[in-house]
Nanobody, 125 residues
Framework: QVQLVESGGGLVQAGGSLRLSCAAS????????MAWFRQAPGKEREFVAG?????????YYADSVKGRFTISRDNAKNTNYLQMNSLKPEDTAVYYC?????????????????WGQGTQVTVSS
């Protein structure tokens, strides 16, 4: 069983930065696929970024965040991060951390077994 706890959300002006953290329990964290999703009011949950282990970490980003967001992890701390730069009002959403034991980054949220409670990110114009 894996438990995920997000932190780091908040209110920021457009053009600003935030770093989200996802602390995970579990001894096999390093081999888990980890991802970030977000959900704005009235919209479906969408993939933001993810990375999986296959001899090396393979990373994927949604086109809408490529070049602005960076996903990373510190296996010694069992923590996954999402550095968000050049934030835009359309980035406003609840951000969720997700984990899965597969070695594939799925963009479908239904593929993930474990979820955090979410953290609100609000970007003002």
């Amino acid at each position: 069983q894996v438990q995920l706890v997000e932190s780091g959300g908040g209110l920021v002006q457009a053009g600003g930065s935030l770093r989200l953290s996802c602390a995970a329990s579990g001894r096999t964290f390093s081999s888990y696929t980890m991802a970030w999703f977000r959900q704005a009011p009235g919209k479906e949950r969408e993939f933001v970024a993810g990375h999986s282990w296959s001899g090396d970490y393979i990373t994927y980003y949604a086109d809408s965040v490529k070049g602005r967001f960076t996903i990373s992890r510190d296996n010694a701390k069992n923590t996954n991060y999402l550095q968000m730069n050049s934030l835009k009002p359309e980035d406003t959403a609840v951000y969720y951390c997700a984990a899965d034991r597969s070695m594939v980054v799925f963009m479908d949220p239904k593929k993930y077994d474990y979820w955090g409670q979410g953290t609100q990110v609000t970007v003002s114009s």
